[in-house]
């Protein structure tokens, strides 16, 4: 069975500060994808990555995915209240998705 | 393109009804996935799709759960019997294939089973 474990499960922040979540397995995915959801909304797809070692970024997130492609970080620079939301991680293999329980971000203005 | 739909939203019924999803995809997307969500986890698989041939099912969908996608298009998910432990979200994605596994979510219909 593969599982993924997401850290921390839940963080609350101030408006402008910087944060890291992680996302670990002990599984290789083809593939991992982060997404936010919102409450009653379905999760929105922010990045998928395909390559051990790849980063990408898309404004002020930053996506790593682990050499060993195992596991993956999400960082955010300067948050804000707008970032608010569920972060879960999802890896991909043989056609499916393996989500992680996510990490609750709560962005105080 | 205008995403993926579901419907209804909202339900809210009666333990021992039936109630039935309907999940559209992006068009053109051949696979067609259903998973469930309750408070406090991620999304867990249930079914999917790929065109009109259903290819794997959750160990989580049990003999009152069924799905279909006869056309290839649009899906639906059925469960009888209900219970109050199936009250949860239920959430449909979609996918062109390719190699990436990147899957397109729908907003998601909330059961409660009263």
């Known amino acids: 069975t593969q599982l993924l474990e997401q850290s921390p499960q839940f963080l609350s922040i101030q408006e402008g500060e910087n944060l890291t979540v992680y996302c670990n397995s002990s599984?290789?995915?083809?593939?991992l994808q982060w997404y936010r959801q919102e409450p009653g909304e379905g999760p929105v797809l922010l990045v998928t990555v395909v390559t051990g070692g790849e980063v990408k970024k898309l404004k002020r997130l930053t996506f790593q995915f682990g050499d060993a492609r195992k596991d993956s970080s999400l960082h955010i620079t300067a948050a804000q209240p707008g970032d608010t939301g569920l972060y879960l991680c999802a890896g991909g293999s043989n056609y499916k998705l393996t989500f992680g329980k996510g990490t609750l971000l709560t962005v105080n203005p | 393109d205008t995403g993926v739909s579901q419907d209804p939203r909202h339900k809210i019924t009666k333990r021992g009804q039936n109630v039935t999803f309907r999940c559209d995809p992006i068009s053109e997307h051949n696979r067609l996935y259903w998973y469930r969500q309750t408070l406090g986890q991620g999304p867990e698989f249930l079914t999917y799709f790929q065109n009109e041939a259903q290819l794997e099912k959750s160990r989580l969908l049990s003999d009152r759960f069924s799905a279909e996608r006869p056309k290839g298009s649009f899906s639906t998910l059925e469960i009888q019997r209900t219970e109050q432990g199936d009250s949860a979200m239920y959430l449909c994605?979609?996918?062109?294939?390719?190699?990436?596994?990147?899957?397109?979510f729908g907003p998601g219909t909330r059961l409660t089973v009263l």
């Open positions: 994605a979609s996918t062109s294939g390719g190699g990436t596994d990147t899957q397109y």
């Open positions: 599984s290789v995915f083809s593939s």
